[in-house]
């Protein structure tokens, strides 16, 4: 059974930090680009940060570029994400996503075959 488990989600200041965290069973987590998504009420899901199975190649979303970090630990078979200078319109629920053997639409949600739960991330103004 595939799970991938968020967690690290909270409260947080703007200008402060977070880091979220995806633990992923039941896959091998080396076949899979992972991904982050995030979904604010009354919005559509976004893509927000792709890394490749090596880890070696990370792309993100334009309005968190420069503030963002995505990585990942395939001994581990965890990825996260850090996040810097959040704002309020960061405020949302935070998704894990995994896709086997990655794609070149890194950024669109119907690529990815697994899903977490998702983490809420509220910034505070």
């Known amino acids: 059974q595939v799970q991938l488990v968020e967690s690290g989600g909270g409260l947080v200041q703007t200008g402060g930090s977070l880091r979220l965290s995806c633990a992923a069973s039941g896959v091998t987590f080396i076949r899979y680009a992972m991904a982050w998504f995030r979904q604010a009420p009354g919005k559509e899901r976004e893509f927000v940060a792709a890394?490749?199975?090596?880890?070696?190649?990370?792309y993100y979303g334009d309005s968190v570029k420069g503030r963002f970090t995505i990585s990942r630990d395939n001994g581990k078979s965890t990825v996260d994400l850090k996040m810097n200078s959040l704002k309020p319109e960061d405020t949302a629920v935070y998704y894990c996503?995994?896709?086997?053997?990655?794609?070149?639409?890194?950024?669109?949600?119907?690529?990815?075959?697994?899903w977490g739960q998702g983490t809420q991330v509220t910034v505070s103004s």
């Open positions: 996503a995994a896709d086997f053997g990655g794609s070149s639409r890194y950024y669109h949600f119907n690529e990815y075959d697994y």
């Open positions: 890394i490749d199975r090596s880890g070696s190649v990370s």
